[in-house]
Protein backbone atom coordinates (compact mmCIF):
# COMPACT_ATOMS: atom_id res chain seq x y z
CA UNK A 1 0.00 0.00 0.00
CA UNK A 2 1.28 3.41 -0.92
CA UNK A 3 2.89 5.33 2.19
CA UNK A 4 1.32 8.60 3.18
CA UNK A 5 3.95 11.41 3.13
CA UNK A 6 3.54 14.24 6.27
CA UNK A 7 5.64 17.48 6.86
CA UNK A 8 6.75 17.84 10.21
CA UNK A 9 9.40 20.58 11.67
CA UNK A 10 12.48 19.09 13.90
CA UNK A 11 14.29 20.55 16.19
CA UNK A 12 18.16 20.49 14.75
CA UNK A 13 19.41 20.77 18.36
CA UNK A 14 17.50 17.50 20.25
CA UNK A 15 15.45 16.55 17.35
CA UNK A 16 11.86 17.47 19.16
CA UNK A 17 9.55 17.21 16.15
CA UNK A 18 6.46 19.70 16.24
CA UNK A 19 3.41 20.14 13.55
CA UNK A 20 4.40 23.76 12.82
CA UNK A 21 7.25 25.91 12.75
CA UNK A 22 7.49 27.77 16.29
CA UNK A 23 10.31 30.15 17.56
CA UNK A 24 11.36 28.23 20.18
CA UNK A 25 11.89 24.52 21.04
CA UNK A 26 9.39 23.61 23.89
CA UNK A 27 12.18 20.43 24.39
CA UNK A 28 15.11 21.97 24.63
CA UNK A 29 13.91 25.45 24.71
CA UNK A 30 16.57 26.37 21.74
CA UNK A 31 15.58 29.48 19.42
CA UNK A 32 15.10 28.91 15.12
CA UNK A 33 16.43 25.51 15.77
CA UNK A 34 13.27 24.23 13.76
CA UNK A 35 13.46 22.77 10.44
CA UNK A 36 10.81 21.26 8.14
CA UNK A 37 11.69 17.92 7.01
CA UNK A 38 9.01 15.14 4.88
CA UNK A 39 9.02 12.00 6.81
CA UNK A 40 6.82 8.85 5.04
CA UNK A 41 4.91 7.18 7.33
CA UNK A 42 3.26 3.66 5.73
CA UNK A 43 -0.62 2.83 6.15
CA UNK A 44 0.40 -1.00 6.37
CA UNK A 45 0.37 -2.39 9.60
CA UNK A 46 2.66 -5.21 10.61
CA UNK A 47 1.93 -8.61 12.05
CA UNK A 48 1.82 -9.11 15.85
CA UNK A 49 4.56 -10.67 16.69
CA UNK A 50 5.14 -12.78 19.62
CA UNK A 51 7.14 -11.71 22.28
CA UNK A 52 10.92 -12.73 22.96
CA UNK A 53 11.50 -14.56 25.95
CA UNK A 54 13.55 -12.55 28.91
CA UNK A 55 17.14 -13.96 29.66
CA UNK A 56 18.27 -14.09 33.65
CA UNK A 57 21.65 -12.19 34.29
CA UNK A 58 23.26 -15.37 35.81
CA UNK A 59 22.31 -17.58 32.68
CA UNK A 60 24.49 -14.87 30.13
CA UNK A 61 27.85 -16.70 29.57
CA UNK A 62 30.73 -14.94 28.11
CA UNK A 63 32.61 -17.48 26.46
CA UNK A 64 35.59 -15.73 25.03
CA UNK A 65 37.27 -12.73 25.51
CA UNK A 66 35.20 -9.87 23.75
CA UNK A 67 37.88 -7.21 23.31
CA UNK A 68 40.73 -6.66 20.99
CA UNK A 69 43.93 -4.30 20.60
CA UNK A 70 42.74 -1.57 17.95
CA UNK A 71 46.75 -1.41 17.32
CA UNK A 72 47.46 1.80 18.76
CA UNK A 73 48.06 2.00 22.56
CA UNK A 74 47.01 5.27 23.42
CA UNK A 75 43.24 4.66 21.59
CA UNK A 76 43.23 0.82 23.77
CA UNK A 77 43.63 3.02 27.05
CA UNK A 78 40.95 5.71 26.01
CA UNK A 79 38.81 3.00 24.90
CA UNK A 80 38.97 1.12 28.13
CA UNK A 81 41.69 -1.81 26.72
CA UNK A 82 40.19 -2.04 23.13
CA UNK A 83 37.31 -2.54 20.80
CA UNK A 84 34.21 -4.48 22.17
CA UNK A 85 32.47 -6.42 19.69
CA UNK A 86 29.57 -5.35 19.15
CA UNK A 87 29.92 -1.62 19.97
CA UNK A 88 29.51 1.95 18.66
CA UNK A 89 31.94 4.30 19.00
CA UNK A 90 31.50 7.81 17.96
CA UNK A 91 34.36 10.10 17.44
CA UNK A 92 34.00 13.60 16.52
CA UNK A 93 36.54 16.84 16.66
CA UNK A 94 37.35 19.84 14.48
CA UNK A 95 38.22 19.29 10.75
CA UNK A 96 41.53 18.47 9.78
CA UNK A 97 42.69 17.70 13.70
CA UNK A 98 43.09 13.55 12.38
CA UNK A 99 40.12 11.83 12.61
CA UNK A 100 40.14 10.10 9.92
CA UNK A 101 44.06 9.93 9.60
CA UNK A 102 43.92 8.00 13.16
CA UNK A 103 41.03 5.39 12.83
CA UNK A 104 43.32 4.79 8.98
CA UNK A 105 46.04 3.68 10.95
CA UNK A 106 44.06 1.76 13.47
CA UNK A 107 42.58 -0.54 9.98
CA UNK A 108 45.64 -0.88 8.94
CA UNK A 109 46.82 -2.70 11.80
CA UNK A 110 43.75 -4.55 12.09
CA UNK A 111 43.42 -5.68 8.44
CA UNK A 112 46.45 -7.65 8.83
CA UNK A 113 44.65 -9.94 11.27
CA UNK A 114 40.51 -9.26 10.77
CA UNK A 115 38.38 -8.00 7.88
CA UNK A 116 37.52 -4.33 7.99
CA UNK A 117 35.84 -2.64 6.19
CA UNK A 118 36.26 1.91 5.18
CA UNK A 119 33.58 3.68 4.38
CA UNK A 120 33.89 7.33 3.12
CA UNK A 121 31.18 9.77 1.67
CA UNK A 122 32.95 12.79 1.68
CA UNK A 123 36.46 11.76 -0.20
CA UNK A 124 37.29 9.53 -3.46
CA UNK A 125 39.18 6.61 -3.69
CA UNK A 126 42.14 8.19 -4.83
CA UNK A 127 42.11 10.92 -2.74
CA UNK A 128 42.00 7.96 0.80
CA UNK A 129 44.88 5.99 -1.18
CA UNK A 130 46.64 9.00 -1.40
CA UNK A 131 46.41 10.17 1.77
CA UNK A 132 47.28 6.36 2.87
CA UNK A 133 50.80 6.69 0.98
CA UNK A 134 51.59 10.12 2.33
CA UNK A 135 51.33 8.68 5.78
CA UNK A 136 53.03 5.26 4.51
CA UNK A 137 50.63 3.19 5.28
CA UNK A 138 50.72 -0.54 3.65
CA UNK A 139 47.65 -2.08 3.98
CA UNK A 140 46.72 -3.64 0.79
CA UNK A 141 43.47 -6.19 2.70
CA UNK A 142 42.33 -2.55 4.14
CA UNK A 143 38.70 -2.55 2.19
CA UNK A 144 37.28 0.65 0.87
CA UNK A 145 33.66 2.14 -0.11
CA UNK A 146 32.70 5.18 -1.30
CA UNK A 147 29.45 5.52 -1.12
CA UNK A 148 26.60 7.30 1.31
CA UNK A 149 23.54 5.85 0.13
CA UNK A 150 22.51 3.87 3.17
CA UNK A 151 20.86 0.84 1.83
CA UNK A 152 23.95 0.28 -0.39
CA UNK A 153 26.26 0.57 2.40
CA UNK A 154 24.16 -1.57 4.44
CA UNK A 155 24.35 -4.55 1.47
CA UNK A 156 27.89 -4.18 1.39
CA UNK A 157 27.90 -4.94 5.48
CA UNK A 158 25.47 -7.53 4.68
CA UNK A 159 27.93 -9.50 2.29
CA UNK A 160 31.11 -8.61 3.35
CA UNK A 161 30.35 -9.20 7.26
CA UNK A 162 33.70 -7.06 8.34
CA UNK A 163 35.18 -7.00 12.13
CA UNK A 164 35.40 -3.48 12.18
CA UNK A 165 34.00 -0.67 10.15
CA UNK A 166 34.46 2.90 10.02
CA UNK A 167 31.44 5.60 8.78
CA UNK A 168 33.08 8.69 7.88
CA UNK A 169 31.28 10.49 8.05
CA UNK A 170 27.89 10.33 9.61
CA UNK A 171 26.67 13.82 8.36
CA UNK A 172 27.27 12.36 4.75
CA UNK A 173 25.09 9.69 4.67
CA UNK A 174 21.25 9.57 3.80
CA UNK A 175 18.56 6.97 3.56
CA UNK A 176 15.69 6.35 0.86
CA UNK A 177 13.58 6.22 2.57
CA UNK A 178 13.67 9.77 3.66
CA UNK A 179 12.89 13.15 1.65
CA UNK A 180 15.28 14.81 3.85
CA UNK A 181 18.54 15.75 2.94
CA UNK A 182 21.61 14.02 4.18
CA UNK A 183 22.73 16.04 7.59
CA UNK A 184 19.36 16.19 9.02
CA UNK A 185 17.93 15.49 12.35
CA UNK A 186 15.97 12.68 10.70
CA UNK A 187 18.72 11.28 8.72
CA UNK A 188 21.31 11.24 10.92
CA UNK A 189 18.95 9.43 12.98
CA UNK A 190 17.46 6.93 10.81
CA UNK A 191 21.14 6.08 9.27
CA UNK A 192 22.72 5.46 13.01
CA UNK A 193 19.80 3.62 14.07
CA UNK A 194 20.15 1.07 11.25
CA UNK A 195 24.11 1.29 11.63
CA UNK A 196 23.76 0.20 15.87
CA UNK A 197 21.15 -2.26 14.47
CA UNK A 198 23.77 -4.26 12.51
CA UNK A 199 26.84 -4.02 14.73
CA UNK A 200 24.73 -5.40 17.64
CA UNK A 201 23.61 -7.96 15.44
CA UNK A 202 26.62 -9.17 13.95
CA UNK A 203 29.18 -7.75 16.54
CA UNK A 204 30.72 -5.42 14.56
CA UNK A 205 32.79 -2.91 15.78
CA UNK A 206 31.04 -0.03 14.11
CA UNK A 207 32.83 3.48 14.78
CA UNK A 208 30.85 6.95 13.92
CA UNK A 209 32.89 10.10 12.53
CA UNK A 210 30.87 12.96 13.60
CA UNK A 211 30.96 16.70 12.54
CA UNK A 212 31.10 19.09 15.22
CA UNK A 213 29.49 22.54 15.66
CA UNK A 214 31.19 26.44 16.00
CA UNK A 215 30.97 25.34 19.61
CA UNK A 216 32.34 22.09 19.75
CA UNK A 217 29.76 20.23 20.25
CA UNK A 218 28.89 17.25 17.72
CA UNK A 219 26.50 17.95 15.07
CA UNK A 220 22.82 16.52 14.65
CA UNK A 221 20.71 15.56 17.41
CA UNK A 222 21.35 14.82 20.53
CA UNK A 223 20.44 11.58 20.79
CA UNK A 224 23.04 10.47 18.07
CA UNK A 225 25.25 10.56 21.76
CA UNK A 226 22.63 8.25 23.35
CA UNK A 227 22.69 5.42 20.82
CA UNK A 228 26.38 4.79 21.14
CA UNK A 229 28.05 3.10 23.60
CA UNK A 230 31.18 5.38 23.25
CA UNK A 231 31.63 9.17 22.63
CA UNK A 232 35.18 10.87 22.04
CA UNK A 233 36.29 13.60 21.43
CA UNK A 234 39.50 14.78 19.79
CA UNK A 235 40.94 17.86 21.53
CA UNK A 236 44.27 20.46 20.53
CA UNK A 237 44.87 23.61 18.86
CA UNK A 238 45.74 23.59 14.73
CA UNK A 239 49.03 25.33 15.71
CA UNK A 240 49.86 22.78 17.75
CA UNK A 241 51.18 19.20 17.13
CA UNK A 242 49.88 17.49 20.06
CA UNK A 243 46.49 16.03 20.28
CA UNK A 244 44.32 14.85 23.18
CA UNK A 245 41.44 12.31 22.15
CA UNK A 246 38.94 11.96 25.62
CA UNK A 247 36.31 9.53 26.44
CA UNK A 248 33.13 11.92 27.17
CA UNK A 249 31.25 8.37 27.34
CA UNK A 250 32.30 4.87 27.33
CA UNK A 251 29.85 1.72 28.78
CA UNK A 252 33.20 -0.26 28.83
CA UNK A 253 35.79 1.92 30.66
CA UNK A 254 36.39 5.17 32.21
CA UNK A 255 35.21 8.01 31.25
CA UNK A 256 37.48 10.95 30.89
CA UNK A 257 40.09 9.45 30.29
CA UNK A 258 43.27 10.48 27.98
CA UNK A 259 45.39 9.67 25.04
CA UNK A 260 48.00 11.90 23.49
CA UNK A 261 49.27 12.12 20.13
CA UNK A 262 51.31 14.33 18.23
CA UNK A 263 50.95 15.17 14.58
CA UNK A 264 53.90 13.96 12.32
CA UNK A 265 54.12 13.85 8.50
CA UNK A 266 53.58 10.22 8.79
CA UNK A 267 50.35 10.79 10.67
CA UNK A 268 49.55 10.46 14.50
CA UNK A 269 52.26 9.22 16.29
CA UNK A 270 51.56 8.02 19.81
CA UNK A 271 52.84 10.00 23.07
CA UNK A 272 53.47 7.20 26.00
CA UNK A 273 54.58 9.90 28.72
CA UNK A 274 52.91 13.15 28.21
CA UNK A 275 53.83 14.83 31.45
CA UNK A 276 57.74 15.11 30.00
CA UNK A 277 55.95 17.00 27.06
CA UNK A 278 54.04 19.48 28.70
CA UNK A 279 56.77 20.63 31.64
CA UNK A 280 60.59 20.54 31.57
CA UNK A 281 61.99 20.82 35.99
CA UNK A 282 64.81 22.01 34.49
CA UNK A 283 63.97 25.41 32.64
CA UNK A 284 64.89 28.86 33.66
CA UNK A 285 62.72 30.18 36.70
CA UNK A 286 59.67 33.13 35.81
CA UNK A 287 57.22 34.75 37.45
CA UNK A 288 53.24 33.38 36.76
CA UNK A 289 54.34 29.82 35.91
CA UNK A 290 53.07 26.72 37.90
CA UNK A 291 53.40 23.39 37.26
CA UNK A 292 50.35 21.32 38.01
CA UNK A 293 49.82 18.07 39.43
CA UNK A 294 46.41 17.33 37.23
CA UNK A 295 44.68 13.89 36.83
CA UNK A 296 42.65 12.81 33.35
CA UNK A 297 40.91 9.99 34.15
CA UNK A 298 43.37 7.10 35.86
CA UNK A 299 46.77 8.80 34.42
CA UNK A 300 48.59 11.52 36.07
CA UNK A 301 49.41 14.22 34.10
CA UNK A 302 51.60 17.31 34.67
CA UNK A 303 51.19 20.30 33.16
CA UNK A 304 52.38 24.07 33.03
CA UNK A 305 49.98 27.14 34.24
CA UNK A 306 50.94 30.81 33.15
CA UNK A 307 49.63 33.71 34.42
CA UNK A 308 49.96 37.01 33.26
CA UNK A 309 48.81 40.09 35.58
CA UNK A 310 49.27 43.61 34.87
CA UNK A 311 47.70 47.13 35.56
CA UNK A 312 44.37 47.12 33.82
CA UNK A 313 44.62 50.81 31.80
CA UNK A 314 40.45 50.96 31.73
CA UNK A 315 37.86 50.41 34.32
CA UNK A 316 36.68 47.01 33.33
CA UNK A 317 39.96 44.61 33.93
CA UNK A 318 40.24 41.96 31.31
CA UNK A 319 40.09 38.06 32.80
CA UNK A 320 41.03 35.95 29.88
CA UNK A 321 41.89 32.28 30.10
CA UNK A 322 43.10 29.18 28.12
CA UNK A 323 41.96 25.91 28.61
CA UNK A 324 41.47 26.77 32.11
CA UNK A 325 37.45 27.66 33.14
CA UNK A 326 36.77 31.38 33.26
CA UNK A 327 34.41 31.21 35.87
CA UNK A 328 36.61 29.57 38.14
CA UNK A 329 39.46 32.24 37.61
CA UNK A 330 36.62 35.07 38.57
CA UNK A 331 36.24 32.77 41.47
CA UNK A 332 39.40 32.57 42.84
CA UNK A 333 40.52 36.59 42.22
CA UNK A 334 37.80 36.95 44.71
CA UNK A 335 39.14 34.66 47.52
CA UNK A 336 42.41 35.69 47.17
CA UNK A 337 41.28 39.52 47.53
CA UNK A 338 39.11 37.95 50.82
CA UNK A 339 41.37 35.68 52.21
CA UNK A 340 44.95 36.13 50.50
CA UNK A 341 45.12 39.84 50.80
CA UNK A 342 45.52 40.77 47.00
CA UNK A 343 42.99 42.94 45.59
CA UNK A 344 43.01 42.69 41.66
CA UNK A 345 40.06 45.18 40.75
CA UNK A 346 42.08 47.08 38.30
CA UNK A 347 44.60 44.24 37.14
CA UNK A 348 44.17 42.64 33.92
CA UNK A 349 44.97 38.63 34.62
CA UNK A 350 45.44 35.84 31.90
CA UNK A 351 46.04 32.39 32.21
CA UNK A 352 47.22 29.92 30.07
CA UNK A 353 47.16 26.01 30.09
CA UNK A 354 50.36 25.54 27.87
CA UNK A 355 50.46 22.74 25.18
CA UNK A 356 46.50 23.14 24.74
CA UNK A 357 45.66 20.78 27.34
CA UNK A 358 42.26 21.81 28.96
CA UNK A 359 41.86 21.13 32.68
CA UNK A 360 38.48 21.38 34.30
CA UNK A 361 39.09 19.43 37.18
CA UNK A 362 38.47 21.81 40.75
CA UNK A 363 42.81 20.17 41.38
CA UNK A 364 44.10 23.44 39.73
CA UNK A 365 42.46 26.54 42.17
CA UNK A 366 46.31 26.29 44.13
CA UNK A 367 48.18 26.54 41.33
CA UNK A 368 46.15 28.91 39.30
CA UNK A 369 46.22 31.12 42.75
CA UNK A 370 49.95 30.76 43.23
CA UNK A 371 50.82 31.64 39.53
CA UNK A 372 48.46 34.93 39.60
CA UNK A 373 50.40 35.59 42.90
CA UNK A 374 54.06 35.23 41.51
CA UNK A 375 52.98 37.18 38.29
CA UNK A 376 51.19 40.24 40.63
CA UNK A 377 54.67 39.94 43.15
CA UNK A 378 57.05 39.33 39.95
CA UNK A 379 59.07 36.54 42.02
CA UNK A 380 58.89 33.15 40.45
CA UNK A 381 58.65 29.97 42.23
CA UNK A 382 60.70 27.10 42.61
CA UNK A 383 60.53 25.68 39.33
CA UNK A 384 61.38 22.07 40.68
CA UNK A 385 57.96 22.18 42.40
CA UNK A 386 54.90 20.99 41.48
CA UNK A 387 51.22 22.56 43.32
CA UNK A 388 47.75 20.78 43.12
CA UNK A 389 44.68 20.73 45.61
CA UNK A 390 40.80 22.55 45.14
CA UNK A 391 40.44 26.44 47.02
CA UNK A 392 37.03 26.95 48.91
CA UNK A 393 35.44 29.93 48.99
CA UNK A 394 36.03 30.40 52.65
CA UNK A 395 40.17 30.27 52.20
CA UNK A 396 40.58 26.73 52.68
CA UNK A 397 42.78 23.96 50.81
CA UNK A 398 40.49 21.11 50.33
CA UNK A 399 42.13 17.37 49.08
CA UNK A 400 41.94 16.02 46.14
CA UNK A 401 41.40 12.10 44.71
CA UNK A 402 44.49 10.19 44.18
CA UNK A 403 47.22 12.80 45.42
CA UNK A 404 49.77 9.80 46.05
CA UNK A 405 49.77 8.75 42.34
CA UNK A 406 50.16 12.73 41.65
CA UNK A 407 53.40 13.19 43.22
CA UNK A 408 54.82 9.91 41.93
CA UNK A 409 54.59 11.08 38.47
CA UNK A 410 56.32 14.23 39.41
CA UNK A 411 58.82 12.11 41.42
CA UNK A 412 59.51 10.24 38.32
CA UNK A 413 60.22 13.41 36.09
CA UNK A 414 62.65 14.83 38.85
CA UNK A 415 60.57 17.20 40.92
CA UNK A 416 61.91 18.24 44.19
CA UNK A 417 59.46 19.66 46.26
CA UNK A 418 55.46 20.18 46.67
CA UNK A 419 52.97 22.57 47.70
CA UNK A 420 49.58 20.07 48.19
CA UNK A 421 46.74 20.02 50.50
CA UNK A 422 46.88 18.64 53.96
CA UNK A 423 44.36 15.94 54.00
CA UNK A 424 46.44 14.21 50.98
CA UNK A 425 49.43 13.93 52.87
CA UNK A 426 50.18 10.41 54.17
CA UNK A 427 53.22 8.04 55.61
CA UNK A 428 54.00 6.36 52.31
CA UNK A 429 54.85 9.56 50.19
CA UNK A 430 57.46 8.98 47.34
CA UNK A 431 61.16 9.05 48.09
CA UNK A 432 63.00 12.59 46.72
CA UNK A 433 60.48 14.71 46.69
CA UNK A 434 59.30 17.25 50.06
CA UNK A 435 56.38 17.93 51.09
CA UNK A 436 54.41 21.28 52.20
CA UNK A 437 50.92 20.18 53.52
CA UNK A 438 49.04 23.34 54.01
CA UNK A 439 45.27 23.81 55.18
CA UNK A 440 44.65 27.43 53.74
CA UNK A 441 45.16 29.58 50.72
CA UNK A 442 46.94 32.00 52.82
CA UNK A 443 49.17 28.97 54.23
CA UNK A 444 50.35 28.05 50.19
CA UNK A 445 51.09 31.78 50.03
CA UNK A 446 53.63 32.13 52.75
CA UNK A 447 54.76 29.33 51.91
CA UNK A 448 55.55 30.08 48.64
CA UNK A 449 57.14 33.29 49.61
CA UNK A 450 59.59 31.47 51.94
CA UNK A 451 60.98 29.23 49.15
Avoid at 48 to 74: H, M
Avoid at 211 to 240: C, N, Q, W
Avoid at 398 to 417: H, I, N, T, Y
Wanted: charged fraction near 25%; charge should be positive; include cysteine.
Amino acid sequence: MQAKRKSVFVCSVCGAQAPKWVGQCDDCESWNTLVESRIERSTVRRATRSAPPAQRLDEVSIERDVRFSSGIGELDRVLGDGYVEGSVVLIGGDPGIGKSTLLLQSLAHLSQSVPVLYITGEESAQQVAMRARRLGIDAPELALLTENNLEDVTGCLESRKPRVVVIDSIQTLYSNQLTSAPGSVAQVRETAAQLVRFAKRENTVMILIGHVTKGGALAGPRILEHMVDTVLYFEGEKSSRFRLIRAIKNRFGAVNEIGVFAMTERGLREVSNPSAMFVNPNRDPSPGRVTLATQEGSRPLLAEVQALVDRSPVANPKRLTVGIDSNRLSMLLAVLHRHGGYPLYDQDVFVNAVGGIKITEPAADLAVALAVVSSLRDKPLRQDMIVFGEVGLAGEVRPVQRGLDRLREAAKLGFKSAIIPHENKSRSMPQGIGIIAVKRLSEAISKMRSE
